[in-house]
């Protein structure tokens, strides 16, 4: 016979009227002993709540948007109960003789099926990876106190070519983490302490010549084809989730546990923005999305009016010969970032000119003083030093938007990226501090950084923290462009090939050798009479370098 047994919510520390925000199972689901039945989020943490034993679901209480404290009914679970006609049947009753010589020979069935515990603690190391060295760690997914089942992924490791999840070996609690995310580690590397449960069963007695063969109990739940993998059913929403392909999740930047969360979320990947280092999508993204989705019918960012139809498949081979090359993993990463930036940032471009010809006239002077150093004086170093004076200037420039787009950060630091040409793409790696180096310890720090970036020698930490971009197209050509905003950057300069023209000064016209300057910026936080002050100050600090001093 079965049992009917109330599920409630177990103790979840000191939250009380804690939000449903998934129902994981349905009735009819057969689950096992610790998996998960429902999904709770407060405004520090969310958690699951496993099931404490086997059964088959009756009837759920909860839904999706209620609110549950300890103690507060999940769900009706029938289970499997034993009953004394399911219990092994004992030896047959000729005489009590032989009853009494097998109670002596055997134990009591219950006995047969103690086992002795034993807890060790042992040190998880990272598996085989394979031909990787020194891979990042992008994620810590566990904590210590968690308890964890084999397979279970404790971090996500992520090189250049791909992310990765290395799983427990076996279960057991976390005692100690070892690692941090942005840590590197490699093969044998000790990742955390894990308390692990050993168990040495007893051996079963042997039953006497005049015993009967025990009966197996029955079970009066059905046994799932797969076990490992229980039969979970969502719950029905009120929206449903849009169609997912999947195999645009190929283009992803999740690790394998975010795109498995996914899928089980039925959320498409190809449509989040991630918001961890490099566009990295966490468990909090997509729960965001799905969240969003569920509420308002939308993705979080579409704005619920732009309906953009398709791009269509074109089959160009049919109107002559083709060659079809991927793209760089380079192209592919600055494409999306510049896409997102594009997408949220309203753009607006100010474009101005610098009289830079008695600048040039030292640039030329100091590259002479410097050559015999092999230091190279460009142009690009007295931008950056000029730039850095603007930014002072002007801090609203020298700022980013939170995440919620209701505060402006300021920044006291002067990080300036330098977009970078290389064979595999645009790249911008950060030079640090530019207010506090002169002009010829920046044009040093130029020429290392370009030169490392070309041969593929920039660490990450060297791209990342920029306050500003510059953007020089200056050796190539061109009159004007506009630059994309490097988000969560708020503004960037493009600068284009200078040239003579003719400057009215003084009653007359006369030959001045002037600098384009193109500042594209974030309307959400500058204005262009901002903008316009920015770009006037900064040519007349180039016009005039003394200006530096000041």
């Keep these: 016979m079965a049992n009917l047994k109330e599920i409630t919510v177990p103790d979840i520390g000191g939250f009380d009227a804690v939000e449903v925000i998934e129902v994981l199972v349905a009735p009819g689901d057969v689950i096992q002993a610790e998996d998960s039945l429902i999904t709770l989020e407060s405004d520090k943490a969310s958690m699951e709540i496993p099931a404490p034993e086997a059964g088959?679901?009756?009837?759920?209480?909860?839904?999706?948007?209620?609110?549950?404290?300890?103690?507060?009914?999940?769900?009706t679970l029938e289970t499997a109960a034993v009953s004394d006609t399911d219990k092994p049947?004992?030896?047959?009753?000729?005489?009590?003789?032989?009853e009494t010589a097998t109670d002596t020979a055997s134990p009591e069935p219950a006995a047969a099926t103690q086992a002795a515990t034993d807890t060790a603690n042992k040190q998880i190391l990272v598996p085989d990876i394979g031909d990787f060295d020194s891979i990042p760690v992008i994620?810590?997914?566990?904590?210590?106190?968690?308890?964890v089942a084999a397979e279970d992924a404790l971090i996500t490791l992520e090189s250049d070519k791909a992310s990765m999840d290395i799983p427990a070996p076996e279960a057991g609690v976390v005692k100690e983490v070892l690692?941090?995310?942005?840590?590197?580690?490699?093969?044998g590397v000790p990742i955390l302490i894990l308390e692990t449960t050993s168990v040495a069963a007893t051996t079963e007695p042997q039953s006497s010549a005049t015993e009967t063969p025990a009966a197996k109990p029955a079970s009066t739940a059905p046994v799932s084809s797969t076990p490992s993998e229980p039969q979970i059913h969502r719950s029905p929403a009120p929206l449903t989730m849009p169609?997912?392909?999947?195999?645009k999740f190929g283009k992803a930047h999740a690790s394998p546990s975010v795109r498995k969360f996914a899928r089980e979320l039925g959320a498409d990947l190809s449509q989040i923005n991630g918001s961890a280092a490099k566009g990295r999508i966490t468990k909090e993204d997509v729960q965001n999305y799905v969240k969003q989705i569920l509420t308002s019918g939308q993705p979080a960012g579409t704005g619920g009016t732009l309906q953009v139809a398709e791009l269509p498949d074109v089959d160009f081979s049919a109107f002559g010969d083709t060659e079809t090359q991927p793209l760089t993993k380079i192209n592919k990463l600055t494409g999306k970032y510049l896409h997102r930036s594009w997408f949220y940032i309203p753009h607006v471009t100010q474009f101005d000119e610098a009289d830079i010809t008695d600048l040039e006239a030292f640039r030329k002077q100091l590259s002479a003083e410097y050559k015999e150093k092999?230091?190279?004086?460009?142009?690009?170093?007295?931008?950056?030093?000029?730039v850095a004076a603007a930014l002072k200037e002007f801090p609203r420039f020298n700022a980013s938007l939170d995440k919620t787009g209701e505060n402006l950060i300021l920044k006291s630091y002067y990080h300036i990226g330098v977009a970078v040409d290389t064979p595999d793409g645009l790249i911008v790696p950060v030079i640090k501090d530019v207010d506090s180096k002169n002009i010829v310890e920046l044009a040093e720090?130029?020429?290392?950084?370009?030169?490392?970036?070309?041969?593929?020698?920039?660490?990450?930490?060297?791209?990342?923290?920029?306050?500003?971009?510059?953007?020089?197209l200056g050796g190539i050509g061109g009159t004007a462009f506009t630059p994309i905003v490097n988000q969560p950057e708020v503004a960037i300069l493009g600068v284009s090939r200078s040239s003579m023209k003719p400057v009215y000064q003084n009653n007359e016209f006369v030959p001045r050798l002037m600098l384009p300057l193109s500042l594209s910026y974030d309307h959400r936080v500058i204005d262009g009479v901002a903008a316009a002050r920015f770009t006037t100050y900064l040519g007349q600090v180039l016009a005039d370098v003394r200006r530096l001093l000041l």
Excluded: H, Y
Excluded at 57 to 74: F, L, R
């Design 445 to 472: 720090a130029v020429v290392d950084i370009a030169g490392r970036a070309r041969k593929k020698q920039i660490k990450p930490t060297e791209m990342q923290g920029a306050c500003f971009t510059i953007s020089s």
């Design 89 to 98: 049947a004992a030896a047959a009753d000729n005489s009590t003789e032989d």
């Design 179 to 187: 690692v941090k995310a942005g840590d590197t580690v490699s093969q």
């Design 56 to 75: 088959t679901i009756k009837e759920v209480k909860v839904k999706v948007g209620d609110s549950i404290a300890e103690g507060g009914v999940i769900l």
């Design 374 to 386: 092999g230091i190279k004086i460009t142009m690009i170093a007295f931008l950056l030093k000029a």
């Design 243 to 247: 169609p997912v392909d999947e195999s």
């Design 139 to 147: 994620d810590v997914l566990v904590s210590a106190g968690d308890t």
